[in-house]
């Protein structure tokens, strides 16, 4: 059975750090993990992908210098560490894969190909 879990959610000041994980189990090797958020109201939109292939990440412009993704292969996870958090970036965030060959420069236009998600955790960034 494959399964993406998400842990890691919580509440944070503005300004303070979180760190996602995502644990992938029960399929073999996928192409990518990508990060997926959605805010109440909003559409959900695509955060931060890592290809597994060769480790090359991309973010989206919203959280570039301030979200690192990562990924540890023996432990079959891949975190998303958030700094410097605004109100803004208060959402549900997802870890989806897929083994579909994308050009995952435009991760965050292809969502509907990541197969495998994952339930979903809760960040909200207030005061």
């Known amino acids: 059975q494959v399964m993406l879990v998400e842990s890691g959610g919580g509440l944070v000041q503005p300004g303070g750090s979180l760190r996602l994980s995502c644990a992938a189990s029960?399929?073999?090797?996928?192409?990518?993990i990508g990060w997926f958020r959605q805010a109440s109201g909003k559409e959900r939109e695509g955060v931060a992908c890592?290809?597994?292939?060769?480790?090359?990440?991309y973010y989206a412009d919203s959280v570039k210098g301030r979200f690192t993704v990562s990924r540890d292969s023996a432990k079959n996870t891949v975190y998303l560490q958030m700094n410097t958090l605004k109100p803004e970036d208060t959402a549900v965030y997802y870890c989806?894969?897929?083994?579909?060959?994308?050009?995952?420069?435009?991760?965050?236009?292809?969502?509907?190909?990541?197969?495998?998600w994952g339930q979903g955790t809760q960040v909200t960034v207030s005061s």
């Open positions: 989806a894969a897929t083994n579909r060959l994308l050009d995952l420069r435009f991760f965050s236009d292809y969502e509907r190909f990541f197969d495998f």
């Open positions: 029960g399929f073999g090797d996928y192409y990518a």
């Open positions: 890592i290809s597994t292939t060769d480790g090359t990440t």
